[in-house]
């Protein structure tokens, strides 16, 4: 096997995918045409808060090319609540049937000839509201007397649990020196791709089976729960994604609701229906991450060793809870300690309705606003100690020789070197020198201020952590699940061509060409000579409810899986070389595409000729070989994929990078800006397939980060009203508030994966908000300002100094 | 949202009082307005159709006066909601002679929803000022 010689793995080979996306020539959701394809536009609600008393349609029907209007009453008739991993009763329809929740909540829908005619009869629908008191605050929601969003729960309260990892809080607290604690919140933000949401869908009435296309990302469990939800079998609907898709970063998983919509829509219209997201809708409705509100303690010995971590930590999930909520809480489980060696643990967990947009899996689900919490604290710790932020993190990582490391949650950590890749990152700032420089600022009255930050970067979710969202005396009485499978096709045509077929459906991350030098290593081709397929469909590719570009998969399982499918293939190969060749199997070396008896390069026989005898002469298989043709497939799931055990403890996640952040801020006392003075990235995703990819993730995960950090948040006024529909008012970083980030890598294979590669298109966008934090509080601890929210706004940073100045004088 | 302003009429304050209580002057001096109507004394409904930014749709309103003490004061309260959202509240009217002029005190409450308050909101008090300002200016087109 060519498999250990890698010539093209490793190399920054071109973007594959570019030429057509620079020259317009991707197929993306609004690129597609059906015959008879008519154009919906949903109506949605300007309430947040509003029981629905009436929607009557008669007068939009009559409007000009008009073909029908959905509403909440038919999706309840043609649907039941979408399935959700919260014990109490959810009832998430697609559309809203009796109550509407959330501003932007779709009330119904109308088909026309075109978009703008079924807008123009958006506003001949009638529909009265009464309007209801509204609770967006996380902590006012669960008080006693809050306006209740959902009856048949009876609170605002989705789901609560507690959980004990170790010895005991209170005992552990005796042990220790300091327990150091605060209020920390994180905001809501969103991932925003350039491409928004997008579905067609078709109804046969005659197979009673529908066809969508939607620019989903997976995971593929919402494709099942989609079906329940229509109460159809899983295989009467097929999902295909087009070749491109501008963007996911999470937001894009939400999309089913809306495949489940217009599924419903087409097959009451009785005709193709084609809807695309505009802006204003997904700004207001589409998905962002949970805000938080965490309740953060950490006890700690005087020497810096940290203890225990105790958190009660608050989610809102919005109006309703969907999956794969409530996984914002539970996702992190497995790495809930990062990167240090903390065997105890102490969590409450609520998960709270507000009426406020839904959420989905954003970019680092649930590791931001985790991370944002224990990172700042454990800063707080420091300070309390008088130690060095570094010093704390060098007191408390898991050392290199204690891999294998299980955490105390159950995360299975299979390598790493912490303690030398956080090393990296000091250096790569150059730490002392700019210790010693924000000295000299602080004597010249300037804010100057360094973050660190240290965290673990889990990929490759295995589905067992939303079990977590049950106790263990509930999950008894259900199946247990678990696993993390991803599928891959390597077909090797009668020409001897290769198609690689994969269901990690790219959304930018340049999946084609990472794909193409894989098996260019593999079989000793040339990568432009691989044909990857990038569409995605549920009825004719590999798939599994794990399946997708989610959870930085690709590099981890997606990978694997292709490696593993390409060896099926090579092994084939093998064995129909030492067949033509008239030689052992074990005599057999392949190098370079060729295929020769030891000794013999001269004699040797290529993988054309290979695939021709496999596809041409099927009478003269070797013996005992009964499948013609060459291909291989895989759906690898990891071994440490288990269910969670009888403890919660549960290894959330397959692969664990590191992530080291180091940031060097200076603060305009005068107008609260934020200067980045010095940044630096240091990640350890193990094997780098592409540095120049890998790089573009580092940086654009940065970038999703600082938006986060500093500048976005989807704000709601008191009633629920959404302030922030428009570009205007959601403020995302540009290329001008993209400081510059020295990125290097601390290369640890994984043992778990066929190439030593671990996901890496999540990083920074957990590691970035509490540097951000940490070097903000830091800049600013001389005036005694802290740092306990994002995003930290140079309005807000202006009112903390303006604040402490008042104070001091 | 706080709207409040003074506007001076250059007529006596019983003229101005009773073209503002006048459904056909309304009618004409309210920007966009499409159709008024007075249901029962007092009570009025209103189709207004705007074209400007953010706020562009067609609105269908309730408002009625109350509090009514001729010609100074009354209360105007009411809402609508159109494609863009809606948008309620209320506001004190007053009226005070000086000279041969009339100021017309307005000092109003409002609260929007749905886009109006997710792409408007930092453009409506603009919007509303502007709107008032077209409104009184034809108002005065009415008095003349």
């Known amino acids: 096997m060519s498999g250990e010689k890698k010539k093209w793995v490793g190399t920054s080979y071109k973007r594959k995918e570019d030429m057509r996306l620079l020259t317009g020539r991707g197929t993306f959701m609004d690129d597609i045409m059906l015959p008879n394809m008519k154009h919906a536009a949903i109506l949605r609600s300007p309430y947040a808060h509003a029981r629905l008393l009436d929607v009557d349609i008669s007068e939009a029907l009559k409007a000009p090319g008009v073909i029908g209007v959905v509403t909440g009453e038919d999706v309840k008739q043609e649907s039941k609540p979408f399935p959700c991993g919260v014990t109490i009763p959810t009832k998430y329809y697609s559309c809203a049937v009796d109550k509407v929740r959330f501003v932007g909540e779709p009330v119904a829908v109308v088909v026309a000839d075109n978009r703008y005619l079924a807008e123009d009869a958006l506003d001949l629908i009638e529909v009265d509201y009464e309007p209801l008191e509204a609770v967006v605050n996380i902590e006012k929601a669960i008080e006693p007397g809050a306006p209740v969003l959902h009856e048949n729960i009876g609170s605002n309260i989705y789901n609560h649990r507690f959980f004990k990892y170790g010895t005991d809080w209170d005992t552990v607290c005796q042990e220790a020196d300091e327990v150091v604690k605060w209020k920390f919140n994180f905001p809501k933000y969103a991932g925003s791709p350039i491409e928004t949401y997008g579905v067609i869908a078709t109804y046969s009435p005659y197979d009673k089976a529908y066809v969508v296309y939607n620019n989903y990302q997976g995971p593929f469990v919402n494709h099942a729960l989609t079906a329940m939800a229509l109460g159809i079998a899983e295989n009467k609907m097929r999902w295909i994604i087009p070749t491109d898709v501008g963007g996911g970063f999470g937001c894009k998983t939400g999309i089913y609701p809306y495949c489940a919509l217009m599924s419903i829509v087409a097959k009451k219209t009785g005709v193709t229906v084609k809807w695309i997201e505009d802006r204003r809708e997904h700004l207001m409705a589409s998905a962002t991450c949970t805000d938080r509100v965490t309740y953060m303690e950490a006890a700690v010995r005087k020497d810096g060793k940290i203890l225990a971590f105790k958190d009660k930590a608050m989610d809102t999930t919005g109006g309703y809870i969907r999956a794969p909520e409530p996984g914002c809480a539970y996702r992190s489980t497995g790495n809930h300690t990062g990167a240090y060696d903390i065997r105890n643990v102490d969590r409450e967990v609520y998960i709270v309705a507000t009426n406020k947009g839904l959420t989905a899996p954003l970019r680092g689900y649930g590791c931001q606003e985790l991370y944002f919490s224990t990172e700042r604290i454990t800063d707080m710790a420091a300070a309390k100690l008088g130690m060095d932020p570094a010093e704390i993190r060098f007191k408390n990582f898991i050392q290199p020789e204690q891999m294998p490391y299980t955490t105390a949650t159950g995360g299975y950590y299979d390598v790493g070197n912490y303690p030398a890749a956080f090393q990296k990152c000091l250096d790569l700032v150059e730490y002392d020198k700019m210790r010693e420089y924000q000295k000299k600022a602080r004597a010249e009255g300037r804010l100057v201020g360094i973050g660190l930050a240290s965290v673990t970067d889990p990929s490759v979710t295995n589905i067992a952590y939303v079990a977590i969202g049950k106790t263990v005396e509930e999950r008894k009485n259900e199946r247990d699940k678990s696993g993390s499978g991803e599928a891959a096709i390597v077909k090797v045509d009668p020409l001897g061509g290769i198609t690689v077929i994969c269901s990690t459906n790219p959304q930018g991350q340049g999946h084609e060409t990472v794909i193409s030098q894989i098996i260019a290593d593999e079989f000793g081709v040339h990568p432009d000579d691989v044909v990857v397929d990038s569409v995605v469909d549920s009825s004719d590719r590999l798939y599994s409810i794990t399946t997708g570009s989610f959870s930085s998969r690709f590099a981890s399982s997606g990978t694997t899986s292709i490696v593993k499918a390409a060896r099926q293939c090579i092994e084939k190969a093998n064995k129909i070389a030492a067949h033509l060749l008239k030689v052992e199997v074990e005599d057999i070396v392949f190098e370079e595409g060729k295929f020769f008896a030891k000794g013999k390069p001269e004699k040797a026989i290529n993988l054309r000729h290979i695939a021709g005898a496999a596809h041409w002469n099927q009478s003269n298989l070797p013996e005992g070989m009964e499948d013609a043709g060459l291909f291989g497939t895989s759906m690898y799931t990891f071994p440490t994929s288990q269910p969670p055990d009888d403890q919660d403890r549960v290894n959330s996640s397959n692969t664990y990078g590191f992530v080291a952040e180091a940031i060097v801020v200076e603060i305009d006392q005068e107008t609260g800006q934020v200067s980045f003075l010095k940044w630096a990235s240091v990640h350890d995703a193990g094997t780098i397939l592409n540095p120049q990819i890998v790089r573009g993730q580092v940086l654009g995960s940065i970038v999703g980060a600082i938006g986060g950090s500093m500048y976005e948040e989807q704000a709601y006024d008191e009633n629920g009203q959404c302030l922030t529909a428009s570009f205007a008012d959601y403020l995302c970083p540009t290329a001008m508030e993209m400081p510059k980030v020295d990125v290097d890598h601390f290369e640890s294979p994984s043992v778990l994966t066929a190439l030593g590669s671990k996901g890496a298109g999540e990083g920074s966008s957990m590691s970035v908000p509490p540097a951000i934090g940490n070097a903000l509080a830091d800049a600013l601890a001389p005036l005694g300002a802290v740092i306990d929210e994002l995003p930290m706004t140079p309005s807000k940073i202006w009112h903390l100094i303006d604040k402490a100045k008042a104070k001091t004088n | ?144």
Not at chain 2, 26 to 42: F, S
Not at chain 2, 77 to 90: C, F, R
Request: aromatic residues 10%; hydrophobic residues 35%.
């Open chain 2, 1 to 144: 949202m706080k709207i409040e302003g003074t506007y001076t009429f250059k007529v006596p304050q019983q003229k101005v009082w009773d073209t503002f209580n006048s459904v056909e002057h309304l009618q004409a001096a309210l920007p966009g307005c499409q159709k008024l109507e007075e249901t029962e004394p007092g009570k009025f409904d209103v189709f207004l159709k705007i074209g400007i930014s953010a706020v562009k749709g067609k609105y269908k309103g309730k408002f009625e006066i109350a509090d009514s003490q001729p010609p100074n004061s009354y209360k105007l309260m009411g809402g609508g909601k159109g494609l863009p959202g809606y948008v309620k509240g209320e506001a004190a009217i007053s009226l005070a002679q000086e000279g041969e002029d009339t100021i017309l005190t307005y000092d109003g409450d409002v609260q929007v929803g749905g886009l109006l308050a997710g792409i408007g909101q930092r453009m409506i008090g603009g919007i509303s000022k502007m709107m008032l300002e077209q409104f009184f200016k034809n108002m005065d087109k009415e008095l003349s």
